[in-house]
């Protein structure tokens, strides 16, 4: 049976006293490959938090070769207000690694995770989510850890560049093959997605040799090389056409995405469309929500850019 154990790496002080930290659970097998497994990076993402508490309560039994290292809030104030920015001083964590020992409160965190995850781990998943409005379906695929990708079992992975600032550019800089999930969000098939975050996981890991088993294949599963992010221009009432229901589908140029309705003056605002002669739907809201200008609305994939992986 695997040795579950966890501490609290301390990072800072606040002015009321406080002390900020790091929660880390390790899980040791026997001798094998060092995982990292990275949530809660955004605090508008529980979703993720959440697939990584179910993965390390999988592992209790398991039959573990080598060693699970998981942040399971890695942004602990951020998570505490369900914000995607640090609410103490309104930066967002995922782009500004590496961070500064000697900033910030949220450039301390970044400091401290890359102090305590590069250079102990070989590999790395980062888990994110759509956020409380938005519901997402995808994952970054890089050559460096593309096998990686293909495994963690995402219908749609991106080959794209990834953000400047974001912890897996610094991991993967470091040598560290590296996958990022964007699973879920806006309480949208909440179930679905810790099943397909939780799967997905398990089967990386059987393919890094960590746990027995075969590793399984995704049927259909593509890669996209093109993808955009289709914000409003407005403010107002968002009437979503294509649900979390629909991520994953593909349709023309065109397709009525959704529409901006002013709750104020009844009138439409604006209307978003699909911009490509084919379109995959990689990011979406629900039905009905309340959204601000350059929100995340919709992203869509070329879907002419698209192979099988």
Do not use: W
């Not at 999988?58 to 399971?72: I, K, N, P």
């Not at 900033?103 to 781990?121: C, I, N, P, R, W």
């Not at 998943?125 to 997402?136: K, N, R, Y």
């Amino acid at each position: 049976m695997p040795e579950h154990t966890q501490r609290h790496v301390p990072v800072t002080t606040l002015a009321n006293g406080h002390q900020v930290t790091i929660p880390v659970h390790t899980i040791t097998g026997s001798d094998g490959p060092r995982l990292g497994l990275v949530s809660g990076v955004h605090g508008d993402e529980p979703l993720a938090v959440e697939t990584v508490r179910r993965v390390l309560l999988e592992l209790a039994d398991a039959d573990l070769r080598g060693t699970v290292t998981a942040v399971t809030v890695a942004n602990p104030y951020a998570h505490m207000a369900l914000t995607r920015n640090t609410p103490l001083d309104g930066a967002n964590l995922n782009r500004i690694f590496p961070g500064n020992a000697g900033g910030t409160v949220t450039e301390q965190v970044a400091a401290a995770l890359v102090d305590l995850l590069v250079g102990s781990v070989d590999y790395l998943i980062d888990f994110h989510s759509g956020g409380i409005q938005a519901c997402v379906d995808y994952a970054y695929i890089h050559e460096d850890g593309a096998e990686l990708s293909k495994a963690y079992g995402a219908d749609v992975l991106y080959r794209g560049p990834g953000y400047a600032g974001s912890f897996t550019s610094i991991t993967r800089e470091a040598g560290i093959p590296s996958v990022v999930s964007e699973y879920g969000g806006a309480s949208a098939r909440i179930d679905h997605y810790l099943a397909k975050g939780v799967a997905g996981t398990s089967n990386v890991m059987r393919h890094l040799g960590m746990l027995p088993g075969d590793v399984s294949t995704t049927p259909g599963q593509r890669i996209v090389e093109t993808l955009v992010n289709l914000p409003p221009r407005n403010g107002g009432i968002l009437l979503s056409e294509l649900t979390p229901d629909d991520l994953g589908t593909e349709f023309p140029r065109g397709t009525v995405l959704g529409r901006v309705i002013s709750p104020y003056t009844l009138e439409e605002l604006e209307t978003i469309e699909a911009p490509f002669e084919r379109n995959i739907l990689i990011l979406t809201r629900p039905s009905y929500t309340n959204v601000a200008p350059g929100d995340y609305g919709y992203m869509v994939a070329d879907a002419t850019t698209a192979t099988d992986a």
